[in-house]
């Protein structure tokens, strides 16, 4: 009897192989002299050959990084694509780099050149750089900056931040701190520097001519506020005070009944229950083709008083409602899989535990997607096949089937536990790997983030 309890063990073990198998990491890189930093953005080029990454430090942030570099993910090569030989702690900086999916174009955050120990980098003090890998080294800067009143239609007046490429390669995303705002708050004492969204597009050039000793630059975009926030939203309605999270929905929009597709973005909104507390919840904006017609909200290029306006045809809708269940709020980055028909996001299940839901960009009921017993941690991204979600859950990065089927058919881990926990999950175009950061000890027992790989099967 006891040995066929032990060969019904054993078989079961054997079925249940899938859930706990692993797959051989790689570490690509090994300098421990700086980070090697994804940032969780779209690091691989278009031909999946090299990743992108900064060289900020944990204690340093932004400010510190002097290098955009890429590793071939083959040969272990390193290349870098834009250093500031001049950097300081306060900075200008160079960080948070993405490459563009059609061409080898890579954008990233730049502090300003003439940052200072009393003027430092901040998040209302930096712009989008580009460079072009045919060209290393020499800047492009995509938003246009002008702080100086009258403002200009299509340039900023403060810093962008986490910079993606729309499918098409056509679009920037960005999220937004306004210079003008955070001004505004230190003489009020009253919160107006609220984090928002915007998008650039391509060829259409906004010149400045008042570069005010390095204060403002032209852009080779043309740039948008497309997501109003408000300070104090009202109670129990769809108004928002902070809007950040935010990704492309779909490779080119989400399908409309017509056939056609819509431009989008989807994000996190915090807005404040009937009680007044704040919640995020997952929004939409959709993002109109022509992004120069001023909207009803106000001027483009906003006011000394007020944040630049949406553009006509800029709506946003709220696509979730926690704020009145027994376990509200939503969190992440909310990742669209290519097709734009499904949004993925946490949030948490009927017993506090954080999942991973989808919804529609139209809207619905959420469907919940996995099923574990302690938290998902987070860095979810897509598989390109839409049918596979990649995240992080108890230090290990975890692949879930979206589909019919038991939790434990569909899920497994990708990789083991390790003391190190891997972090900022990014996927190859064509889905055979998987990169991520990993931190290791250099002989002084700092930590040094690392970029390590697997080859997906």
Same mark, same amino acid.
């Given at each position: ?21 692993? =797959?051989?990491?790689?570490?690509l890189?090994?300098? =421990? ?9 779209? *690091? ?10 900064? !060289? ?9 990084s *002097?290098?955009i570099?890429?590793?071939?993910v083959?040969?272990?090569?390193k290349?870098?694509?834009?250093e ?6 306060w900075g200008?900086?160079?960080?948070a +780099?993405?490459?563009? /999916?059609?061409?080898?174009?890579v ?20 712009t989008?750089i580009?460079? *072009?890998e045919?060209n ?5 800067y995509?938003?246009?900056r ?15 931040h986490?910079h993606e490429f729309?499918?098409?390669g056509n679009?920037?995303g ?7 705002m955070?001004? =505004?708050?230190?003489?009020t004492?009253?919160?107006h520097?609220?984090r928002?969204?915007g ?11 008042n @570069?005010?000793n390095?204060?403002?630059n ?9 997501v ?6 009202? /109670? ?6 902070n809007?950040a ?8 929009g989400?399908?409309?009944?017509s ?5 989008a ?5 915090s807005?404040?229950?009937?009680k ?7 929004f939409?904006v ?7 017609? +001023?909207? /009803?909200l106000?001027? =483009?290029?906003g006011?000394m ?6 553009? @006509? ?6 696509l979730?409602?926690t ?5 509200p709020?939503?969190v992440?980055?909310?990742r669209?899989? @290519?097709?734009g028909?499904?949004?993925a996001?946490?949030?948490?299940d ?7 839901? !989808?919804?529609? $960009?139209?809207?619905?009921t959420?469907?919940q997607?996995?099923?574990h ?10 598989h $390109?096949?839409?049918?596979?979600l990649?995240?992080?859950?108890e ?12 939790f ?5 881990? @990708? ?10 999950i ?7 790997t998987?990169a ?11 930590d ?6 697997i080859e997906?099967p």
């Amino acid at each position: 009897m006891k040995k066929i309890l032990v060969l019904l063990f054993l078989i079961y073990s054997i079925s249940s192989c899938k859930n706990m198998s692993t =797959l051989p990491e790689k570490q690509l890189t090994s300098d =421990l002299n700086y980070n090697h930093d994804l940032d969780n953005n779209d *690091n691989f080029s278009p031909d999946n050959q090299w990743l992108v990454y900064d !060289t900020r430090t944990d204690a340093g942030g932004i400010s510190i990084s *002097n290098k955009i570099e890429k590793v071939n993910v083959k040969t272990g090569e390193k290349k870098v694509l834009y250093e500031i030989t001049d950097n300081h702690t306060w900075g200008p900086g160079a960080a948070a +780099v993405s490459y563009s /999916p059609v061409d080898f174009s890579v954008v990233f955050i730049h502090g300003l050149n003439n940052s200072t120990e009393k003027n430092p980098y901040q998040q209302w003090r930096r712009t989008g750089i580009m460079v *072009n890998e045919k060209n290393p080294g020499q800047p492009i800067y995509m938003d246009a900056r002008n702080v100086d009143s009258p403002f200009t239609v299509g340039a900023l007046r403060g810093g962008t931040h986490r910079h993606e490429f729309s499918g098409d390669g056509n679009w920037i995303g960005f999220t937004y701190n306004d210079a003008i705002m955070h001004s =505004l708050e230190e003489k009020t004492g009253e919160k107006h520097n609220l984090r928002t969204i915007g998008v650039s597009k391509r060829n259409n050039k906004v010149a400045i001519a008042n @570069l005010n000793n390095g204060e403002n630059n032209s852009g080779e975009w043309y740039s948008a506020i497309v997501v109003k926030v408000t300070a104090n939203p009202a /109670p129990g309605s769809d108004e928002i005070s902070n809007a950040a999270g935010d990704s492309w929905v779909g490779k080119i929009g989400y399908p409309l009944k017509s056939g056609a597709f819509q431009m989008a973005r989807g994000f996190i909104g915090s807005v404040k229950d009937k009680k007044g507390n704040l919640v995020n919840e997952v929004f939409i904006v959709d993002i109109p083709n022509d992004i120069t017609k +001023v909207g /009803p909200l106000g001027p =483009l290029e906003g006011t000394m008083q007020e944040m630049p306006a949406p553009p @006509l045809g800029a709506t946003q809708r709220r696509l979730t409602f926690t704020a009145e269940t027994s376990h509200p709020g939503c969190v992440g980055v909310v990742r669209s899989d @290519l097709s734009g028909k499904n949004l993925a996001y946490l949030a948490s299940d009927a017993n506090g535990i954080k999942q991973i839901f !989808t919804i529609s $960009p139209e809207g619905g009921t959420p469907k919940q997607i996995t099923e574990h017993t302690s938290n998902v941690q987070g860095f979810v991204r897509w598989h $390109p096949d839409g049918k596979h979600l990649f995240y992080v859950q108890e230090g290990r990065i975890a692949q879930c089937e979206i589909g019919a089927g038991s939790f434990t058919d569909r899920m497994k881990y @990708l990789t083991a536990t390790n003391k190190s926990e891997p972090t900022n999950i990014v996927v190859s175009h064509d889905g055979k790997t998987l990169a991520f950061n990993r931190k290791v000890k250099d002989p002084k027992g700092q930590d040094i983030k690392q970029i390590y790989f697997i080859e997906l099967p």
